[in-house]
């Protein structure tokens, strides 16, 4: 009776401590769970909101196209249909190149501006590829990264000015060349200036206003 009372005491010790581990283990199971499924709740508040941000960019966006357009038609005068195809084409490919940045980046209210503008840059030199002058764009930054309000605007007065630089200034030349800087104001820490400049024969300031793409950049400006 008393070997039968220590197998039994035995046989439940064995038991308690093998319901100990396993009731740990399923804790640490639930607990586990419990974290994925946090997670997953997290993630799913972060594609909601950024569906809706995507959704209010992409509505702004349109309705910048929509007015762009509005302006295009308006200065029709001299223009070819393939000009002014080309011209809006560039514009909304510049604002497409932000979106893609826009999805790419963990930060939905900041873009990195240098690798931004450089594929506008890259836009317009593509744009002009079949022109026999040689015409060199220069491209330096300083800055990490912009709001998005500020970098749709830059993009499109790069795209305006390379337009109007491959159109008006180099007329008489073989070579050419374009130079672009954007750079932080100091001290100020939200202050960001951008230089354009070419090397071509210049214009006068009073003739410069009346074309779509210099209201365009003052506009945007």
Same mark, same amino acid.
């Given at each position: 009776q008393l070997?039968?009372?220590i197998c039994f005491s035995a046989g439940i010790s064995i038991i308690l401590v093998l319901l100990g581990f396993a009731y740990r283990k399923l804790k640490s199971n639930?607990?586990?769970?419990?974290?994925?499924?946090?997670? =997953?709740?997290?993630? +799913? @508040?972060?594609?909601? %909101?950024?569906?809706?941000?995507?959704?209010?960019?992409?509505?702004n966006n349109l309705q910048f196209v929509i007015a762009l357009l509005e302006l295009?038609?308006?200065?029709?005068s001299g223009k070819t249909i393939e000009d002014i195809t080309d011209e809006s084409q560039q514009r909304i490919e510049a604002?497409?190149?932000?979106?893609?940045?826009?999805? =790419?980046?963990?930060? +939905? @209210?900041?873009?990195? %501006?240098?690798?931004?503008l450089e594929e506008v840059i890259s836009l317009m030199k593509r744009s002009y590829v079949h022109e026999k002058k040689k015409i060199s764009i220069q491209y330096s930054s300083?800055?990490?990264?912009?709001?998005i309000e500020k970098a749709i605007p830059l993009g499109l007065i790069i795209v305006e000015?390379?337009?109007?630089?491959?159109?008006?200034?180099?007329?008489?030349?073989?070579?050419g060349e374009i130079t672009i800087c954007a750079s932080q104001s100091a001290?100020?820490?939200?202050s960001y200036t951008m230089t354009?400049?070419?090397?071509?024969?210049?214009?006068?300031?009073?003739?410069?206003k009346d074309g779509l793409g210099m209201e365009i950049i003052n506009g945007l400006v």
């Open positions: 070997i039968s009372t639930n607990e586990r769970i419990e974290q994925q499924a946090e997670q =997953l709740a997290n993630a +799913l @508040s972060q594609q909601t %909101i950024l569906l809706a941000e995507v959704q209010h960019r992409v509505k295009q038609k308006e200065a029709t604002m497409t190149f932000l979106h893609e940045k826009i999805y =790419l980046s963990d930060d +939905l @209210s900041k873009v990195n %501006i240098k690798s931004y300083d800055l990490e990264s912009v709001s000015l390379i337009n109007n630089s491959f159109k008006h200034a180099f007329h008489e030349m073989e070579t001290p100020e820490p939200f354009y400049s070419d090397n071509g024969s210049g214009f006068k300031t009073s003739l410069s």
